[in-house]
């Protein structure tokens, strides 16, 4: 089992920046992989950026050159670096782990987009 516990979100105007946060209960070098994924209003769940325990990262396309993944091994904790933010990134995100065959997720943390 593995629990995970956002932080971060808000509200940002327009082409502002965010920092998420997403902190594991156990070592994040025992998990395979780590995600962000988002949900807005009546959308289905999205990928936005996903990194391997070997470093790999891979983004959606609406999010690439704005948004980066980084994970600190230390801190047993991942992060969603959102720069230029657009009313549309305004969504629900949540943490996600692939573990031991597995996937859990964190409660979501908002975030909202607007002047």
């Known amino acids: 089992q593995v629990q995970l516990v956002e932080s971060g979100g808000g509200l940002v105007q327009p082409g502002g920046s965010l920092r998420l946060s997403c902190t594991t209960s156990r070592s994040i070098r025992s998990i395979y992989a780590m995600a962000w994924y988002r949900q807005a209003p009546g959308n289905q769940r999205e990928l936005v950026a996903a990194i391997t325990r070997g470093g790999s990262s891979n983004y959606a396309d609406s999010v690439k050159g704005r948004f980066t993944i980084s994970r600190d091994n230390a801190k047993n904790t991942v992060y969603l670096q959102m720069n230029s933010l657009k009313p549309e990134d305004t969504a629900v995100y949540y943490c996600?782990?692939?573990?031991?065959?597995?996937?859990?997720w964190g409660q979501g943390t908002q975030v909202t987009v607007s002047s």
């Open positions: 996600n782990a692939d573990f031991s065959g597995s996937s859990h």
